[in-house]
T-cell receptor, first 109, second 113 residues
């Protein structure tokens, strides 16, 4: 499976935008880019996914590089509730997901 | 929120005893999954099901069995629990294969002494 590389942790202030990077230089043409997050003591939560074009939903935006070797999850205004571990995952169309260690996002008031 | 219920939410048991964890969904989704989460390892897939009586192994299936006799229930069984199976177990569901989002339950914290 193609792998992803994320920073171990990032910090942000409340109400500021947050850009969470993910590198996936070995991505294949059929791999979708998925983002999940896990709040403390909870199960993972789906955030967003995309293939080539940038995607927006009520939770976040996903910006995908033109060569698809990297992507960025954008939280437009961080809140304390956004403090979580964020996972960037590639999925080639099979039903299972492979979680890495993700990025721990810390949000300060 | 997706209708996923895991039971029990917490369990403490002794080495060598059988343990069954239950995942119940009200979404009528075809796919169901069991993951475990341990410090330093992240989430790892144990088994998954792609329909009633259709299951397959994941990354860490040794020591675990599963059953799915109806769409809404997916059971995970530890036939003879060991201390290495102390973990937090998450159930997930998805509507279809591939790039459909997975929705997770709140987890079961299992301690084996």
């Amino acid at each position: 499976d193609a792998k992803t590389t994320q920073p171990n942790s990032m910090e942000s202030n409340e109400e500021e935008p947050v850009h969470l990077p993910c590198n996936h230089s070995t991505i294949s043409g059929t791999d979708y880019i998925h983002w999940y997050r896990q709040l403390p003591s909870q199960g993972p939560e789906y955030v967003i996914h995309g293939l080539t074009s940038n995607v927006n939903n009520r939770m976040a935006s996903l910006a995908i590089a033109e060569d698809r070797k990297s992507s960025t999850l954008i939280l437009h205004r961080a809140t304390l509730r956004d403090a979580a571990v964020y996972y960037c995952i590639l999925n080639s169309g099979y039903s299972t997901l492979t979680f890495g260690k993700g990025t721990m996002l810390l949000v300060s008031p | 929120d997706a209708g996923i219920t895991q039971s029990p939410r917490h369990k403490v048991t002794e080495t060598g005893t059988p343990v069954t964890l239950r995942c119940h969904q009200t979404e009528n989704h075809r796919y169901m999954y069991w993951y475990r989460q341990d410090p330093g390892h992240g989430l790892r897939l144990i088994h998954y099901s792609y329909g009633v009586k259709d299951t397959d192994k994941g990354e860490v299936s040794d020591g675990y069995s599963v059953s799915r006799s109806k769409t809404e229930d997916f059971l995970l069984t530890l036939e003879s629990a060991t201390s290495s199976q102390t973990s937090v177990y998450f159930c997930a569901i998805s509507e279809a294969a591939g790039n459909q989002p997975q929705h997770f339950g709140d987890g079961t914290r299992l301690s084996i002494l």
